[in-house]
């Protein structure tokens, strides 16, 4: 429901931006075809991939995984990113969304099985915890130093001298 909320508020903006003032243009409406075709896609493939990865057993999201059609740059995607994670080069994401929406949701079902990240398979749980036993000292000092979150809040919330504060937070220890 909000990919259409989304979607009729894009066209909106699109056919203001394009709108045929003076008579039809066919450069601008090649350009607003072009766009909602672009967006429509876009839209399209988040949703299907929702769709498609879904493991969920019950008969409908079963027949709807297996109903859907799927297209080929999203078959391709997901082959890729069963190797590597999602990225800037592979999804446009230039209106609702990116990459990093395609990573949380596979992420959450369970997608990414193997080692993403080229070296990764080079890192040890023994040096990493050397690493982090050694920076330790450091993280305590910080800690120690910086205000704790709250207080730090308070700081920041504090009214200007001559100015009423517009609201009040009232803070429990």
Not at 125 to 138: H, V
Request: charged content about 25%; overall charge positive.
């Amino acid at each position: 429901m909000s990919s259409a909320i989304y979607t009729i508020e894009q066209t909106a903006r699109h056919l203001s931006f394009h709108f045929p003032e003076c008579g039809i243009n066919e450069h601008a409406v090649a350009k607003f075809n072009a766009l909602l075709d672009e967006q429509y896609s876009e839209v399209l493939d988040f949703i299907v991939m929702m769709y498609y990865t879904l493991n969920r057993k019950e008969t409908f999201w079963k027949n709807a995984r297996e109903d859907i059609e799927v297209p080929e740059s999203l078959l391709n995607n997901l082959e890729l990113w069963k190797h590597y994670l999602p990225n800037t080069n592979d999804v446009a994401g230039r209106f609702l969304f990116s990459y990093w929406n395609y990573y949380f949701i596979l992420a959450g079902r369970g997608y990414f099985k193997q080692p993403h990240y080229p070296g990764e398979n080079m890192l040890y749980k023994e040096g990493w915890s050397a690493l982090l036993k050694r920076i330790e000292p450091g993280i305590a000092k910080l800690l120690h130093d910086l205000p704790s979150h709250t207080d730090y809040l308070k700081s920041i919330k504090k009214p200007r001298a001559g100015k009423k504060a517009l609201y009040s937070v009232n803070y429990r220890q």
